[in-house]
């Protein structure tokens, strides 16, 4: 009975074109390479509904073999990404006399093949629920899927209210749907011949992200990395060659696929919103069906494989970096993938710690009793061969672990990291600790100068104590570039990294060590 219900729609015919064009029903070899925008987080690809799931581009690359007829004819290459843009497709190897090309992404579907058949013949199958007998009759589609309406021996009738099991059985398939997302490309070759083309486009709902594990020994860390690569498209990809691009490639608004808007099926009838089709089915049955079970549409959790392998050697891709799996692997429909791309041993390592001043934000006169912020423990690294590094590395999430009392790793802090290029300094933050702390306090300011010119001028005192049992060292950073920040004067000499004023420390246990500045910037 409930199968009778559930099951509202069936074909009598299978999908096919009926005027005899050629079809490639699908591509003989692809190649997938995934782009993102700066650094995904992989707790954001995990979550249902995150935009990371949706900001990633891929660049699809399909070999396809075609017999193309001489004249006017159209070519169908079905089982395209259904996150196609279709603006990006190129094509390489079709004979001249292309005409135009078209994107189908009108899928076919219950409520689509409904809204396509509104005016043509359908068959109502009714089966009486008593003796499951089944009737079937001519009806015509008048409207739906919203109310669908059928008119039956010149008499409409609403689909669904007769208190009987009900489905629809089709002839065939209206002129605009597919079974599958599906590019048709319009040509007139002077000539027949069979031919190898290259079909290439840009396709959504692709990601990827960098995660690492630093495992801490002594003063040098080994420090290994995975790719974690999601599919939350509908189209998977076979065994594929699969490539990550690193960086910052630049992308436009209008790469987006084309999205059509899901049209529901109204199962109510009318006037008393009774819903004949839910009138035969067990409490047991309707309870799962009210917890989200049987017949409604769920999120499916996404599988999530694991591939170990050796370290993925980089590639130059003009300013950005690629790699390649080692192997040609599958991305399913809605799959996350992980595989091991870095394996590093004994990089050497610094311990500092830091803390960052905002001089902006710190806008009032504060007294004495300001308390103690924490400082924050780097492990400053540099990106270089000689130092157990050297080579390129993708921004992403690190966890760093520490020797336990046992010996075994135990979780220390959870970093980011930035795209890291070779030859780079850069830091893993370890944390804030309360025994190295920093008072920054505003003795004066002052205003001069009109606007839109005008300017704040601040005098601030930093005391950074040690009450660690051995000397460290300490740097002090100010953001300079990005806010008009100047220097005025100051009681230490100051560094620059590019961005930042910086003033380096050494201080002893038990010692505090004090610092005066005036710092001017824009009101």
Known sequence: MWRGTAILFALAASVATASGDPVSPGPVAVAVTLYHAGRVATEDLLQQGSWARYSGLALITETREIDVPAGPAEIRFRGVAATMVPQTVDIVGLPPGTIE???????????????????????LVRTDPKTGRETSVAAIVRSGPNGAVLEIDGKLEALRCSGLSERLVFDGVPEGLTD??????????????????????????????????????????????????????????????????????????????????????????????????????????????????????????????????????????????????????????????????????????????????????????????????????????????????????????????????????????QATISDIPVGQRFGIAAGSFASVGIRQRVVAKQRFGKAPNARMRRTIDFEIHNSRDAEIGFKLFMKLAASGTRIVSETRAHDSNGSDAVWPFKIPAGQTARMRAIVETPE
């Open 101 to 123: 090309r078209n994107f189908d992404y009108d899928l076919l579907s219950p409520d689509s093949l409904l809204a396509k058949s509104i005016g043509r013949s359908v068959h």
């Open 180 to 413: 599958t997302p599906t590019l048709s490309v319009r040509t007139n070759a002077a000539m027949a011949g069979h031919y190898r083309i290259r079909l290439s486009y840009i396709a959504t709902g692709l990601n990827w992200s960098a995660d690492y594990v630093a495992q801490v020994h002594g003063e040098t860390l080994d420090l290994s990395g995975w790719l974690t690569l999601a599919n939350f498209g509908e189209t998977g990809f076979k065994q594929a060659p699969i490539y990550a691009v690193a960086g910052h490639a630049n992308q436009a608004d209008e790469d987006s696929p084309t999205w059509i808007a899901a049209q529901p099926l109204d199962s109510d009838c009318w006037p008393t919103s009774i819903n004949w089709g839910m009138r035969y089915i067990s409490p047991a049955l309707r309870a799962r069906l009210a917890r989200g079970g049987i017949g409604t549409v769920q999120a499916s959790p996404l599988a999530v494989t694991a591939i170990a392998g050796g370290d993925l050697q980089p590639e130059a891709l003009g300013d950005l970096k690629y790699y390649a799996l080692p192997e040609p692997t599958d991305l399913p429909a809605k799959q996350i993938k992980q595989v091991r791309f870095l394996t590093l041993h004994n990089a050497q390592f610094s311990r500092i710690f830091a803390y960052f001043s905002d001089p902006v934000a710190d806008d009032t006169v504060q007294d004495q009793d300001t308390p103690d912020e924490p400082a924050i423990l780097l492990l400053l690294l540099k990106n270089d061969t000689a130092l157990g590094l050297g080579k390129p590395l993708p921004a992403g999430g690190v966890a760093l672990t520490e020797p336990g009392p046992d010996g075994n790793p135990i979780f220390a802090a």
